[in-house]
């Protein structure tokens, strides 16, 4: 499903890629600079590739129910980030390195396998 303008892909500001069983993130995705909340949920992905990272103008990025074990140091790089949801993965632990996505306002962390408490500079 994708929501917002129709016509030219790269104007488009919302995209759901659901329940498809994707085991990596299709390479058209990349092409649509404009996306702000982008849902991945309810398929098999267990990381983002370097050229996701391109998509700064993200603000809200659902990874829920994917077979995520640790999430890339890289998310730092999406610095428009406001919502991250990573609910029913098999999260470990956070990057030290996640206390960089400075406007992050909500991160949805449960039914994961997270070993400790969330690290102190990223608790909200």
Not at 18 to 36: A, H, M
Not at 68 to 79: G, I, N, Q, R, Y
Request: net charge neutral; proline share 5%.
């Amino acid at each position: 499903v994708i929501s917002g303008a129709r016509g030219n892909p790269s104007i488009h500001r919302h995209l759901e890629v659901v329940g498809r069983g994707l085991v990596e993130v299709p390479s058209w995705i990349y092409q649509r600079q404009n996306l702000t909340v982008l849902s991945l949920k309810d398929n098999r992905l267990t990381d983002l590739p370097n050229d996701f990272f391109s998509l700064t103008r993200l603000q809200q990025l659902e990874l829920d129910r994917n077979r995520f074990v640790l999430l890339p140091d890289d998310l730092v790089k999406l610095t428009g980030l406001q919502v991250l949801s990573v609910c029913h993965n098999e999260l470990e632990e956070l990057p030290r390195i996640f206390g960089g996505v400075s406007k992050l306002r909500e991160l949805r962390l449960s039914h994961n396998k997270l070993r400790e408490a969330l690290p102190e500079d990223i608790r909200m």
